[in-house]
């Protein structure tokens, strides 16, 4: 982490940071916000690209309705109010990769506000507001490699151009990188649970310094860091915070200046006069909230109660939609959930730390698990049986049906001898009811089954008593 020693902890002590973060997540609809070329990414340079998106004169946008439900649903995920009305500006500024001169965003009347997050802050969980949420357009990507001619030409791919994206600005409640770096998790993961979105980090903080383009949630973490010793480190030597917007160098940990406020900041906004305001009515918001699965959050309060769970592993069962999807698919297929979520945090949790692998990359799959639960709620094989072959799973790599099957699939022995001995003192023991049983009144047997069940302090397969109970029975 990129720290400035001689910023004392006293000075530190005497500041605390305020971070807002503006980030800007990619909407994954097949076409693009004002015009219907494809959003897919890694075609050929310049071939998903059209008039509109082009910016050629004369060209007029027609907005995709996808990608306002996309907003939305991801708006209302994070707790914001919808305005019915928002309105279409104009961002103006140049750069080779804007075609048209202009980005066209919202400004004074955006999609959603009012917005909340929660995040775990020390012990506490703490609200972070979310100021707005608006609709916009991506601008095109400049190559400086990989070309030819790449060495004094730069290249511009319109690609880009025009794919959707939504802004989310944080209120300034965010005051550690750690806090920062929560919220981003959470945010990323309300959003991924709703949308088909693909996040482009991008942030603010306070209103001295911006930071732009920082992609990973560590980098972001190092830069804010790294940021905060620095502003202190100025205004302790009686310096000033110059606005402005810097880069950060994820090499060195460090931040530099881009440009000067003057340049920066004067998009000279205004209504876009090529688009209607944007209409969210009552009836279509109720549509699209019918839509909104449940969050992350009342999810794992769910799984908890229902499979009896810890909150870590709630926590780890749910970092993705799909992989909760699946665990759950699999614990209610399995003949007992329970005994699922228990292999996950006693046999799979494990060896997967141990390996350094997520849960994502698990050779045994929540299948697998599932039929591996299965095998010992059935008796066929022991605890001990089971743990052998996970080790094996992971050894090769592979599921645990294909293990199971590699394995000849074993089962555990079946010495009954003692079981038969418990059997037998049973039926010597009860008289009466071998009478009643042979006697046609076959329910008996259950009588039988409690009863060695409890000598052998449920050590017993019940599937296993019940067979030898029965064929003891009949004789
Ligand atoms: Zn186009």
Not at 130 to 159: C, M, P, Q, W, Y
Not at 198 to 219: A, D
Request: charge should be neutral; include cysteine; glycine fraction near 6%.
């Amino acid at each position: 982490m990129a720290t400035t020693p001689e910023i004392s902890l006293s000075a530190r002590a005497k500041y605390e940071p305020v971070i807002g973060l503006e980030v800007h997540v990619q909407l994954l609809t097949a076409t693009k916000i004002f015009c219907s070329c494809s959003t897919r990414f890694g075609d050929p340079p310049n071939s998903n690209v059209c008039p509109v998106c082009l910016g050629l004169p004369g060209a007029l946008p027609v907005l995709n309705r996808k990608a306002v439900e996309f907003a939305v649903l991801a708006a209302l995920a994070l707790n914001c109010r919808i305005n019915e009305t928002s309105i279409f500006a104009r961002k103006n500024y140049f750069y080779p990769d804007l075609p048209k001169g202009y980005q066209i965003s919202q400004y004074d009347k955006p999609l959603a506000e009012h917005g909340l997050i929660e995040v775990k802050a020390s012990a506490a969980t703490k609200k972070i507001g979310i100021t707005r949420v608006h609709l916009e357009e991506d601008a095109g990507k400049s190559l400086h490699e990989g070309f030819a001619h790449s060495a004094e030409t730069t290249a511009v791919d319109l690609n880009r151009s025009g794919v959707p994206l939504i802004e989310i600005v944080s209120e300034p409640d965010i005051t550690s990188p750690d806090e920062a770096y929560e919220y981003l998790a959470r945010l990323k993961e309300i959003i991924l649970y709703n949308v088909s979105v693909r996040p482009r980090g991008q942030k603010e903080f306070g209103t001295k310094t911006e930071v732009k383009n920082v992609n990973s949630f560590r980098f972001i973490r190092e830069a804010l860091e790294f940021e905060i010793e620095r502003h202190i480190g100025v205004i302790e030597a009686g310096g000033k915070i110059t606005q402005e917007t810097r880069l950060y160098n994820s090499n060195e940990g460090k931040t530099y200046g881009m440009r000067s406020k003057e340049q920066a900041h004067d998009y000279r906004y205004f209504p876009e006069p090529d688009l209607l305001p944007l209409v969210v009515d009552a009836k279509w918001q109720a549509e699209i909230r019918n839509t909104l699965p449940e969050l992350p959050e009342a999810r794992r309060r769910r799984m908890i109660a229902d499979y009896g769970i810890s909150e870590q592993d709630a926590q780890v069962l749910t970092v993705t939609k799909s992989l909760a999807d699946q665990f759950e698919m699999a614990a209610k297929a399995a003949k007992s959930p329970k005994r699922v979520a228990n292999l996950v945090q006693s046999e799979l949790m494990g060896r997967l730390r141990a390996k350094g692998l997520g849960i994502e990359q698990s050779p045994v799959s929540m299948q697998g698990v599932a039929a591996s639960a299965d095998l010992v709620e059935s008796g066929a094989i022991s605890g001990k049986m089971l743990k052998d072959l996970y080790d094996l799973c992971f050894e090769r790599g592979k599921d645990f049906a294909a293990v199971y099957e590699e394995e000849g699939r074993p089962e555990q022995s079946r010495d009954t001898s003692v079981l038969e001995k418990i059997i037998d003192q049973t039926i010597a023991a009860n008289p009466r009811q071998v009478e009643q049983y042979r006697a046609g009144k076959k329910t008996v047997a259950g009588f039988f089954v409690g009863q060695v069940m409890k000598a052998s302090k449920g050590q017993a397969n019940p599937q296993l008593v019940n067979e030898l109970v029965a064929k003891k029975l009949e004789r």
